[in-house]
T-cell receptor, first 115, second 113 residues
């Protein structure tokens, strides 16, 4: 049963505009959320994270928003650049779970930033 | 340079053969993880280890085995009992036995012929 859902398999955005990637989760025990960027045949690279005690975290062009009541988070990329084109995975973990601190991943959203 | 290495990058095996995927990290991390990625899917947890000589099954452990004899090494064996072993395998680690960022290796693409 998918506990982390990314309902948009793909997104296309023009260079310079905002990219918004969405993620929903079902497990209320999740208390730490991460976004990873991945290219084909490579390992994911960490982008940004947020703890459940916060509702926003910003790092340069990347901002993650967390709405705990809606069990929803989003990643904003402003401005979008062609180099941002990749698959973005949302992940979540729980401090107290029966899977250690393993990450639960969504299926990913493929972002294409066009010039 | 600190990091996680996985070898080989591409691996082919015949049906019915066991194969071992290597994962080594020099980050001095306690916890290590194995994930599997299939096309159009997220990463799914196979096994994890929070400390040397201890490991636990993840969501899809059937047909796989691991060992953790050294802190820096966490090899994964794909056995002949794994029904659909063709996939992209990713190893990860994190520094604390706590929630947080995980660092990933480059992955191994296993193809069963």
């Amino acid at each position: 049963d998918q506990q982390v859902k990314q309902n948009s398999p793909s997104l296309s955005v023009q260079e310079g505009r905002i990219s918004i990637l969405n993620c929903d989760y079902t497990n209320s025990m999740f208390d730490y959320f991460l976004w990873y960027k991945k290219y084909p045949a490579e390992g994911p690279t960490f982008l940004i994270s947020i703890s459940s005690i916060k509702d926003k975290n910003e790092d340069g062009r990347f901002t993650v928003f967390l709405n705990k009541s809606a069990k929803h988070l989003s990643l904003h990329i402003v401005p979008s650049q062609p180099g941002d084109s990749a698959v973005y995975f949302c992940a979540a973990s729980a401090k107290y779970s029966n899977s250690g601190y393993a990450l639960n991943f969504g299926k990913g959203t493929s972002l294409l930033v066009t010039p | 340079d600190g990091g996680i290495t996985q070898s080989p990058k591409y691996l082919f095996r015949k049906e019915g053969q066991n194969v071992t995927l290597s994962c080594e990290q020099n980050l001095n991390h306690d916890a290590m993880y194995w994930y599997r990625q299939d096309p159009g899917q997220g990463l799914r947890l196979i096994y994890y280890s929070q400390i040397v000589n201890d490991f636990q099954k993840g969501d899809i452990a059937e047909g796989y085995s691991v060992s953790r004899e050294k802190k820096e090494s966490f090899p994964l064996t794909v056995t002949s009992a794994q029904k659909n072993p063709t996939a992209f395998y990713l190893c990860a680690s994190n520094p604390d036995r706590d929630v947080g960022e995980q660092f990933f290796g480059p992955g191994t693409r296993l193809t069963v012929l």
